[in-house]
């Protein structure tokens, strides 16, 4: 049996992470549930994912709407006391260098740096947030992370980007290259991180041991995960999000709502 909590884990972050597993796990075990004594963080994602044994694991809202729903039990969405934003949701922050234009549209043909194409934040909330102003990203470059977004424009091999206000958050707290950048607008909000369990899980002890858990967090832990709570939102309010079509698609097919 496996946890795993990769969506927000980082060096900075490695030890809350690894506290509230530990109050989660212990909240879990008074549950008669079992529950390994350590988070896995050697294990490709998609594997983490699709392990039939995951106990708790985290996922974005696009690989969970388009490939997982019915492969995974959704536990409860992690509420990070975004501002303006309802709980359980996020937002995508559109960042650009420091010095650039702010008129999202005047970006259409500059390049456009993604984590990855199965990121809601990243790929899809983006777009459709273009698609609604009426222009499309015509140059894209795929970075493999978000941090690694903000490097490449901040040295100039891209022009902007879309992180989740999260990850941003923790970025600016840690990561130079943020730092030369600001914000210019955002996307609309969406349903955030979800917990999960292997399919055929009973939700209610593990929504139960993450309120435990969240509540028994030393303040310090809190403050470096930004983890406030967790929410129940429907599995159908994932899959209702659209989802535009992936880098090379043909644009025509984007849905806009």
Same mark, same amino acid.
């Given at each position: 049996?496996?946890?795993?909590?990769?969506?927000?884990?980082?060096?900075? $972050?490695?030890?809350?992470?690894? +506290?509230?597993?530990?109050l989660?796990?212990?909240?879990?075990?008074?549950?008669?549930?079992?529950? /390994?004594? +350590?988070? +896995?963080?050697?294990?490709?994602?998609?594997?983490?994912?699709?392990?039939p044994?995951?106990?708790?694991?985290?996922?974005?809202?696009? /690989?969970?709407r388009?490939?997982?729903?019915?492969?995974?039990?959704?536990?409860?969405?992690?509420?990070?006391?975004l501002?303006?934003? /309802?709980?359980? !949701?996020?937002? =995508?922050?559109?960042?650009v260098?420091?010095?650039? =234009?702010?008129?999202l549209?005047?970006?259409?043909?500059?390049?456009?740096?993604? $984590?990855?194409?199965?990121?809601?934040?990243?790929?899809?909330?983006?777009?459709?947030?273009?698609a609604?102003?009426?222009?499309?990203?015509?140059?894209?470059?795929?970075?493999?992370? !978000?941090?690694? =977004?903000?490097?490449?424009?901040?040295?100039?091999?891209?022009?902007?980007?879309?992180?989740?206000?999260? =990850?941003?958050?923790?970025? %600016?707290?840690?990561?130079?290259?943020?730092?030369?950048?600001?914000?210019?607008?955002?996307?609309?909000?969406?349903?955030?991180?979800?917990?999960?369990?292997?399919?055929?899980?009973? *939700?209610?002890?593990?929504?139960?041991?993450?309120?435990?858990?969240?509540?028994?967090? *030393?303040?310090?832990?809190?403050?470096?995960?930004?983890?406030?709570?967790?929410?129940?939102?429907? %599995?159908?309010?994932?899959?209702g999000?659209?989802?535009? /079509?992936? *880098?090379?698609?043909? *644009?025509?097919?984007?849905?806009?709502?």
């Amino acid at each position: 049996m496996i946890a795993a909590l990769p969506m927000y884990d980082r060096p900075e $972050n490695a030890a809350a992470h690894d +506290t509230f597993w530990a109050l989660t796990r212990d909240a879990l075990r008074a549950e008669g549930v079992a529950a /390994p004594d +350590t988070l +896995t963080r050697d294990m490709d994602i998609w594997q983490g994912w699709q392990h039939p044994q995951l106990v708790l694991g985290q996922i974005c809202g696009l /690989p969970l709407r388009a490939r997982l729903h019915d492969r995974l039990t959704l536990i409860a969405t992690a509420d990070y006391g975004l501002e303006d934003t /309802p709980p359980g !949701h996020y937002r =995508s922050l559109f960042v650009v260098r420091a010095g650039d =234009s702010t008129d999202l549209p005047a970006y259409a043909d500059r390049v456009f740096a993604y $984590n990855e194409a199965l990121s809601h934040s990243g790929w899809a909330a983006p777009q459709l947030a273009a698609a609604k102003l009426g222009f499309r990203f015509r140059r894209t470059r795929a970075t493999g992370a !978000h941090r690694q =977004s903000a490097i490449e424009i901040a040295e100039g091999r891209a022009d902007i980007a879309a992180i989740d206000a999260i =990850s941003w958050r923790a970025m %600016l707290r840690h990561d130079p290259a943020a730092r030369a950048l600001r914000v210019i607008g955002h996307t609309g909000a969406a349903p955030g991180q979800a917990f999960v369990a292997a399919k055929g899980t009973d *939700p209610a002890p593990h929504r139960r041991a993450l309120r435990t858990a969240i509540a028994a967090l *030393p303040p310090a832990d809190r403050a470096a995960l930004g983890v406030t709570g967790v929410i129940r939102i429907p %599995l159908s309010a994932y899959i209702g999000v659209p989802t535009p /079509p992936g *880098p090379g698609h043909d *644009p025509a097919d984007m849905p806009v709502s």
